[in-house]
């Protein structure tokens, strides 16, 4: 298992913002930017959604739900990873969880079993 750190959840008023990062310690810098990086995120009661998903070279997909307010980046050196949420929903509501590819694969798998997960943080959007 991965240690994989979220950090950066937390409450906000809808058409707000905010970035949350992960930090993945146990790999190293090379062996990180190899990896499909992603977040998923999940509301208690339903299934857990594949929000976005990066590449190591940064290429990117989002769920139609998100595209066009998220945006997904990460930083090698660091080995973290980041999403900026803005313009935030009160279905954007949910637990999100980072995620690292536990294979390296032709291209980011949407599959859950595919991934490491992190702990964890919780994202409140009021209306």
């Known amino acids: 298992q991965v240690p994989l750190v979220e950090s950066g959840g937390g409450s906000v008023q809808a058409g707000g913002s905010l970035n949350l990062s992960c930090t993945a310690s146990?790999?190293?810098?090379?062996?990180?930017?190899?990896?499909?990086m992603g977040w998923f995120r999940q509301v208690p009661g339903k299934e857990r959604e594949g929000v976005t998903f990066i590449e190591g070279a940064g290429s990117a997909t989002y769920a139609d739900s998100v595209q066009g307010r998220f945006t997904i980046s990460r930083d090698n050196t660091k080995k973290t990873l980041y999403l900026q949420m803005n313009n935030l929903k009160p279905e954007d509501t949910a637990m999100y969880y980072c995620?690292?590819?536990?294979?390296?694969?032709?291209?980011?798998?949407?599959?859950?079993?595919?991934?490491?997960w992190g702990q964890g943080t919780q994202v409140t959007v009021s209306s």
């Open positions: 146990g790999y190293s810098s090379v062996y990180y930017s190899q990896r499909c």
């Open positions: 995620v690292a590819e536990r294979t390296i694969l032709d291209r980011c798998s949407g599959a859950e079993e595919d991934y490491h």
